[in-house]
Structure formats: C-alpha cells, structure tokens
C-alpha cells in the first residue's frame, strides 16, 4: 500500500499578512448575548428546564450567554493550518482537530436525537404555522432580534418558548449573514420545545469545517502579495468560530489568556473564558503591549505541549462526563447503556456530518490521540461521496449494539504507534494530508494486525476487537 503523503507544492505562495487578511474576513457567526436576551433565557431556563434537559439544549443554551473578545489574529493563524482533504489542523508534529467531543463539551450541543430536518405532526405544524404568520407582521427586510423580543417577552406559554428557541437557533446555532430571526429554524425551535432531542452537533461542525474551507481557500487564493481589501476579496463566514478560538485556548498553553475564571457549581465549561461586558469594552481598547506571534507560536509547537485531552484534567466544579472515568473500561453496547456512552461511541465513529447546507467528512481515526485512544497511520472509511443528506444521516445514527465500547482512563498519556511516528517523520513536510491505508475497522497497534473492514458487499457488519490492545479500538463503516 501506498502510504505517502503528498509533497509540498512549492509554487504555492507564503501566506499574506495577517491585518491585511483580517480586513478580508467577517465572522458574521461570532455572535454576543446582550443582557435582555440573557434575562429572557435566565427566564425561560427556569420554566423549561426539565424539557430543555431532555432536549438535550439545556447546557447549550446557557453556553450561548457567555462571552469574550475575538482574537482575529489567532483564528486566522489556526485556519492557516486547516486541510480541507481530511478536515484536521496539520502541525509540525501531527495532526489534531475540532471533533463532536469538542462541540459537546464546550459548546453543549448534543451529538445524539432525531436529524435537524425531521418533520412535525400536525399541532406542530400549528405552532409553526403561528410563528410564521407573526413573523409575516414583523417583516420589512428582515426580523430583528429586538423586534421579535419586543413580541414573544411575556406572552407565555408554547409560543414564548418556540419563539425564544427560534431566536436562540437563529443567533447562536445556525446564524445567517445577517443578525435577524430565520425562519428555517421554526420547526426545530418547536421539536426542542417539546422535548424532542435534536442532534445539533453534526450540523453545527458540519457547518464549521466547511466555514474552515472557505477560509483555507481565501487564504490560499490571496497569497503574500495582498495588501488591499476590495469588495471581491472578502469573505463572511456564519459558523461558530467562538468554538475554535476555545479549543485553541484549550489546547496551546502559549495562546491562551492569562487568567481564567473560577468554575461555579452547575456552570458550563464556556464559563472558564466568559468576559463581562465592561471588561472586554475595556480590553478593545487597550493596545497590547507585546503581541504574541500566532504563526510563530503554531509553527514551533512541540507534541508535548499540546493538550491532547484538556476535559480530563481536574478543574475546580467541573463534572467529569462519565466517558472520562478513572479507570479504563469496557462496556457493552446495548439498549440499556448510558446515554454519555453512546454520545463517546459517536464521537470516535467515522461517519458523515449532515450540515444545512452541506455534508462533511468525519474523521475521528486520524485524531485517536484526542479520545486517549492509540494513533496509528489514518485509515480511510468507505466512501461515501456521494452520500445525500438522507443517507449520510442513516450512516450516522447506524446503529452499533452487539459491540464492546472501550473507554480509556481519563489519566491515560496519549501515545503513538511505531509505524506512525515512522510515517509521520517520513512526510512530515507535506502541506496537505492526503492518502492513507485501506479500510479498517481497529486501527492497528505496533505490530500491525487489524482486521479489514468487512466490505458492504460482504452483508455483515461483523467487527473484531483488538484483544491485545485495546486502545486501538476505532468504530469505521
């Protein structure tokens, strides 16, 4: 098999300066919670909590009110450093990437439920029927938040919570270009507000690996040269980039803020990073004395200072997830087992993310080192290119009983395999990530014995468990 990567192209120009790109990017999805719109979910949190809880929102929804400056500067630097082949930052030591943990934990966003798109019943269709005849009345150009605010605070009742859940989707969940209430969000707003879980991670990520790519390519497409914004250079980008400035934070020590806060009882992990308003008014306007060096900073990383597993380490009120135990275990997958289980098992699954406006390719494996698991030369899923919406969701939600899921220690020390750090070392000078090994279902340790993947024409979906390893355990199909 072929495992080289491919070389760098040397006619690609050096990346062009950051404040002359930073004038070519908005990041219209970088959206702030003022304090009437925090009044209404502190309201609307104490009503619901119990349906938000089983809606799978509830942790969300308080993230969504917390808040801090954009450091421009360091997403675009980070963005610098995405693939858009395998959907993963490349460093000088490896690879590593935003995954559905990531969006779970930081962001709240669960990654189990029904699609985004599923339909309602027919009182659903009512209650959405009402938002949008009230959404009609609202109408010039578009429906601002303020203006919605002004007619759904204080009607109580079903509409009050549809209506706060659309106003939350449309800002803070799948914002557009512009600031204003999507309908396109009603019928999830009315799913959540009955308790129905919705599965808002995939999309949400989906959404942001391609947000990811279009910068990549803007970047690549302005080249050192650039030094003038005109209209044609500029790109706007919807997604939540506050989830990569926080997972950068998370992970490279050199790049976070001094200081954190401390973590109140109940509070989600966001909280570590909120600003009050007036500080960060104060921080916009306050020239920094010595400002740091993103490019630099990234390009001479060591592996060993990157956080592989930052939500294992001890924080003062932060709740372990049951996926983070003390000691590693081994459960078995069935009807009866925890929900926070099934949520690990998805995030180290290969599979398709079905976004609202595109569908992304999933790639846990090349990153086992974020889940404690061991990393070993990527291996590539079957392909699905050509999967429609409909289909990459049944490849997601596929069902996964009969397995023995292995959770790894939340003390457990990220490692490597032999062939990997050989592989790596090899092509550690390539830009872009490309080919990997074929299809296999346990990423292999040092010895290299995995079992190949069953393929789809075999008609089992019979998978083997590394005895002798575990930690090699990787779902792919």
């Known amino acids: 098999m ?10 690609e120009p050096s990346p062009p300066d950051l404040k002359a790109l930073s004038l070519s990017v908005s990041f219209n ?23 938000w809880r089983k809606a799978g929102i509830f942790e969300a929804v308080m993230a969504s009110t917390k808040d801090f400056n954009k450091n421009t500067d360091l997403l675009l630097g980070i963005a610098e450093r995405w693939c858009p082949d395998t959907n ?8 590593a990437t935003i995954t559905l943990e990531d969006v779970m934990v930081l962001l709240g966003f669960s990654v189990l439920g029904s699609p985004y798109f599923t339909p309602l019943d027919s009182s659903g269709e009512e209650i959405v029927r009402k938002l949008e005849e009230e959404w009609v009345k609202l109408k010039v150009q578009f429906v601002t938040k303020l203006q919605w605010m002004g007619r759904f605070v204080g009607s109580r009742g079903e509409l009050e919570h549809a209506s706060f859940l659309a106003l939350w989707l449309s800002y803070f969940v799948f914002p557009t270009r512009y600031c ?12 959540l507000s009955r308790g129905t879980r919705i599965a808002l ?19 690549r497409g302005l080249g050192s040269g650039f030094k003038t914004v005109t209209s044609n250079d500029k790109v706007e980008l919807t997604s939540l980039f506050k989830l990569v400035q926080v997972w950068t934070w998370e992970r ?18 966001l909280s570590l990073w909120d600003e009050p308003i007036q500080k960060r008014i104060a921080k916009r306007h306050v020239r920094m004395r010595a400002k740091r060096d993103v490019r630099e900073i990234l390009s001479n990383s ?31 997958v069935g009807p009866n087992l925890d929900e926070q289980f099934i949520s690990f098992a998805r995030c180290i699954k290969v599979s398709e993310l079905v976004g609202k406006d595109s569908v992304e390719h999933y790639f846990p494996n090349r990153v086992a080192s974020q889940f404690g698991l061991l990393q070993d030369v990527p291996c ?9 919406k409909d289909a990459a969701w049944d490849e997601y939600n596929k069902p996964i009983d009969g397995l023995r899921l292995y959770i790894p220690s939340r003390s457990t020390v990220s490692c490597f395999s032999s062939i990997f750090r050989k592989w790596w070392r090899k092509h550690k000078r390539a830009v872009e990530v490309a080919e990997s090994l074929g299809p296999r279902n346990i990423v292999g340790g040092d010895d290299d014995t995995s079992e190949p993947v069953p393929s789809e024409s075999s008609g089992t979906n019979e998978y083997k468990e590394h005895t002798e390893n575990p930690r090699t355990l990787f779902l792919v199909y």
């Open 29 to 51: 999805g970088w959206r702030e919670a003022n304090s009437s719109f925090k009044s209404w979910a502190t309201k609307m949190s104490l009503l619901h909590r119990p349906s």
């Open 380 to 388: 590539r899923p079957v392909n699905r290119n050509n999967l429609f």
């Open 252 to 269: 490279f020590g050199e790049l976070r803020p001094n200081n954190t806060n401390p973590l109140l009882q109940g509070d989600p992990r």
């Open 88 to 95: 993963t930052f490349l460093f000088p030591w490896g690879e």
């Open 302 to 332: 060591k592996m060993d200072s990157f956080e592989w597993r930052p939500y294992t380490k001890a924080v003062k009120n932060w709740e372990f997830p049951k996926f983070y135990p003390e000691k590693e275990m081994w459960v078995p």
């Open 201 to 219: 991670a995939p999309p949400v990520l989906a959404h942001l690996y391609a947000d990811l790519t279009l910068l990549k390519d803007h970047i």
């Open 2 to 11: 072929d495992e080289k990567l491919p070389r760098p192209n040397r006619s």
């Open 180 to 191: 204003h209430v999507d309908k396109s969000v009603f019928p999830i707003a009315v799913h």
